[in-house]
């Protein structure tokens, strides 16, 4: 699995035609291995849902459906949020235009506030076609040798149990925020899922100084763990200038969104990424809101 770590823009929803034919990426929550309880809170789920919701939001891509069938078997590998431990889940079969995302909450350790990454995989059968669909799910550019493209089935999330978080019951505004901000790490672990530090497509952009160069961030320092942007790294939100939400820290008491450079290096890596929310999306986007109202380890 692939496994980095941070230390320590919302829209309205609206009514939109069914006619529509571009559909949003569904990053499903799984919970299933959280058994600290860390989740037990309602509120913390529904901060990390619209989290997944913003950023699936503004990705069209086509993912390929992965089903184990016959002869066919896909088993899904990743860390265990709650204990780092390696799993496998066997003969597994993840929906197209979705990913799965198993989360959950442990003592990291110092200040490390959380650590994602895309999972795993191993995969038995007799069509290269499947084969292919596991390794891409139809993101040709991620077969190539030097690949431009990525196709996660999903991966992992741990939270740091023992950190000093702020749970916003109001993200429409950030002047109250104390603590470390739980919506701007879980933007910046589901980042990583998405492949920014993590996939081979952001490898292949990495020249020989330490600078992701790509045709739409440019050129940009990154960390020395090369699975961040530098610290201090500069972008916008909104025209509203903010450090971009994938350099390596965050300072306790405020938020971090997802900025134009973050948007751009998702693009570069090989996403389709929009400039507002797909149509598609915009249930999923709204229903995470519901609740609210009132280096780095590189590959292993």
């Known amino acids: 699995m692939i496994r ?6 919302l829209g309205g929803a609206i009514l939109l035609s069914s006619s529509f034919s571009a559909s949003a990426i569904q ?12 989740f037990s809170d309602q509120l913390r789920k529904d901060l990390l849902q619209t989290a997944a919701s913003t950023l699936g939001s503004r990705l ?21 949020p709650a204990t780092g431990a ?12 979705t990913m799965v995302v198993f989360v959950g909450g442990r003592d990291l350790g110092g200040t490390t506030l959380g650590l994602g990454g895309p999972g795993g995989y191993s995969a038995s059968g007799t069509s290269q076609t499947f084969f292919d669909t596991v ?15 990525f196709g996660p089935w999903g991966g992992a999330i741990s939270f740091n149990s023992t ?14 925020i104390q603590g470390n901000d739980f919506y701007s790490v879980a933007l910046h672990e589901l980042g990583h899922v998405l492949g920014l ?5 952001w490898d292949s952009l990495i020249d020989a100084n330490g600078n992701l160069v790509g045709t739409n961030v440019g050129s940009v320092a990154l960390d020395a763990s090369l699975g961040h942007f530098a610290d ?31 948007f751009a290096a998702l693009s570069d890596i090989g996403w389709q990424v929009t400039p507002v929310p797909v149509p598609a999306a915009v249930w999923l986007f709204a229903s995470g809101l519901l609740g609210l109202i009132g280096v780095a380890r590189r590959r292993a």
């Open 4 to 9: 980095t770590g941070l230390s320590a823009a």
């Open 163 to 176: 950190s000093n978080w702020y749970f916003d019951t109001d993200l429409t505004t950030s002047a109250d």
């Open 86 to 97: 390696s799993e496998t889940q066997s003969a597994y079969s993840v929906a197209g235009d």
């Open 27 to 38: 990053i499903v929550l799984d919970y299933s291995y959280d058994t600290s309880g860390f």
């Open 197 to 201: 530090g993590t996939a081979a497509s």
């Open 232 to 262: 201090g790294t500069s972008s916008t939100v909104n025209g509203v200038a903010q450090e971009a939400a994938m350099s390596p820290s965050i300072t306790t008491g405020t938020r971090k969104e997802f900025t134009d450079l973050d």
């Open 135 to 149: 390794a891409a799910r139809g993101q040709s550019g991620a077969l190539d040798a030097n690949p431009s493209d």
């Open 60 to 80: 069209s891509d086509n993912l390929l459906a992965i089903e184990s069938a016959g002869s066919n078997t896909f088993n899904a590998e990743f860390n265990d």
